[in-house]
């Protein structure tokens, strides 16, 4: 594999991850602000989508 193939095989990834950390991320959160164990106040996860 030449340097330029390696390069975008190396974002590819790097991007896939970083999605992946975000879904991951933003379920937990999710969970946490339903069940109240986090009280923060954010109007448009805590109200229902209009």
């Given at each position: ?6 390069l975008?095989?190396i ?33 448009f ?6």
């Open positions: 594999m030449d340097k330029k193939g390696q975008a095989w974002e590819i990834q790097f991007v896939f991850y970083g999605l992946a950390a975000g879904i991951i991320l933003g379920i937990v959160l999710m969970i946490l602000l339903r069940q109240g164990i986090i009280g923060l106040n954010i109007p996860i805590s109200c229902p989508l209009k």
